[in-house]
């Protein structure tokens, strides 16, 4: 089983859409919880950075933190073609083994059509 | 600006061969990172470093090789080794433990 699990999709919506990402992991170390946009061919692009459970929102964008399902998500509101990309959710921990590093999902495909 | 400059963009490898990947960042960040990416797999760590002239394997360090004499620079070495270097080649730079990392736009290496 995998550390971090996030679906693949890909996911097809149409514009104005709420669109909503998940993962689960199971680390309960995890305590830095990350989204990143990646276009094609391009490096990750930061999203959203929260710190342990709750909600954090920029914009369009709110991430949600629930560390005691183990289960992150990250919701986008009225939903632009400039959306479409790939979404990948991102956690460490502090101390030990964890530190510094980044555990990834697999990065989940988005498609919103005008 | 600051951020990460990685080079070149596409890197080709004829057989056994080595090839070295540049990643420069003016962050003045402590932390490098190298990751690869294959398709429906995610990101995968390779190697990184917390301070000059240290670094550490990640998870899937072999037929690679890095060096880390300068803060703002930490260069990957693809060797010969590696009998499956296709990939795309992510560096990342963070400030600290439990800091966002942020990325250049990758190397895509292919074979000959």
Known sequence: QKEV??????????????????????????????????????????????????????????????????????????????DSATYLCAMSGVGGTSYGKLTFGQGTILTVHP | DGGITQSPKYLFRKEGQNVTLSCEQNLNHDAMYW???????????????????????????????????????FPLTVTSAQKNPTAFYLCASAQGNGQPQHFGDGTRLSIL
Do not use: H
Not at chain 1, 31 to 52: A, D, H, I, N, V
Not at chain 1, 53 to 77: H, P
Not at chain 2, 36 to 47: E, N
């Open chain 1, 5 to 82: 699990e996030q679906d693949p999709g890909p996911l097809s919506v149409p514009e104005g859409a709420i669109v909503s990402l998940n993962c689960t992991y199971s680390n309960s170390a995890f305590q830095y919880f990350m989204w990143y946009r990646q276009y094609s061919r391009k490096g990750p692009e930061l999203l959203m950075y929260t710190y342990s459970s709750g909600n954090k929102e920029d914009g369009r964008f709110t991430a949600q933190v629930d560390k005691s399902s183990k289960y992150i998500s990250l919701f986008i509101r009225d939903s632009q073609p400039s």
């Open chain 2, 35 to 73: 990751y690869r990416q294959d398709p429906g797999q995610g990101l995968r760590l390779i190697y990184y470093s917390q301070i000059v002239n240290d670094f550490q394997k990640g998870d899937i360090a072999e037929g690679y090789s890095v060096s880390r004499e300068k803060k703002e620079s």
